[in-house]
DNA sequence: GTCTATAATGGGATAGAC
DNA sequence: GTCTATCCCATTATAGAC
């Protein structure tokens, strides 16, 4: 943290996240990792202690800037009471393509890391990921509920978790140049779902007949 | 495929689907895949060829099968003109969830594992996923077009990407027990977002000035 | 078809000089 | 802080007996 040399340290962090987003933990080795940063190869244990040390490292410093860039931008949504639900989704939505000075390049690849995250069930690394956004999703599923007053918490937080898979995997995927777009698309899809009617008992009957048809 | 002694071929088979959707392609060993499966550790190599040949076995079964009950719920759905655009999300929800013979448990972790080959790009696998899904979701994305014949088809694609990452993802996490309620709840969400009426140009005009402000 | 034994490779981590 | 050299270990794949 408080080295003179930050430039090792930092390359090793930038080399190996994008190694990481290529091509996964497991297949990026250190010896192709230090090679790329032009690094030497024990400068990775001396500076992080461990690959999996490594890793957390890599996923601490984005998730913490994407989480304070949400908070932000939720926290100016929340200026109007009660926030129209549009400005709590762009809050959401809008930090995960752009929340580093880099542009979206970054952003798209760490996406792609976090989705290997999401993947990697039943490891450190997903259990840290869900304990530090479990605080923000909290967050906006406040606010969310604020601006819909009469929806079903837990439902909420249901539909909070469609929207971050189809975030996630549709940033990931993606062509660079229309992530802009497709966030719009995104928050509007997402406003449209979390505002539908949910449907009587009746209706639901309805619709379980007709699947027992088929 | 015609020789006697399937059992180990099948045996092989069952146990690498749980442990790389578990713990990983790169995690999970042939030995300890032959020894779990109690098996002799040459098999693998002899009746698949490779870790890779044994991974796309794996792959292609269960794939095949999920875009075979697709599509036939589907065809079901298409037999009312125009379809229900409920019955055309139901005929590509449901099936995710259940559609092998052993029930859920079994659904669940292919889910995982098609996580993981989402998240794999760049690799034979996520190219292969891709071919094989991309003319499934040409009939989904032609369906719901005729469900909503004011749709603009390439707004259709985008957002069934959107149902595909919010599917992957909720399906892969969820509890097992919820899994079928919440598959409901899905295609609500996307049904309502499907049907969001496209904003006016001055309405996205006053959107993204209101963006700037924050 | 099934087994044992092993070849061939490459990995993460570390000791110790500078 | 950085480097070289190396330890130690695990892996996939295969050769060859049965």
Redesign the interface.
Known sequence: MFQLSVSTRDRILDTAERLFA???F??ATLRQITQEAAVNLAAVNYHFGSKQALMRAIFKRRLDALNTARME?LD??LRIDPPEL??VL?AFV?PALAFTRGGDAEGQRFM?LL??A?????TDLHQAMRLEYAHVMRRFADAIGHALPDADPE?LR??L??????????M??SALKDTRI?A???V?????????P??TDAE?EA?FS??A??
Chains 1, 2 share one sequence.
């Open positions: 290529e091509q996964g497991h297949v931008r100016a949504a549009e400005d762009d809008q792609q989705l290997r999401f993947a990697d069930r039943d439902r249901q539909q978790d469609f929207i971050v898979g189809a975030l996630t995997l549709t990931a995927e497709i719009g698309e995104l509007r899809f997402a406003a449209a779902g979390l505002r539908a949910i449907p639901q619709r007709l699947e048809r088929s």
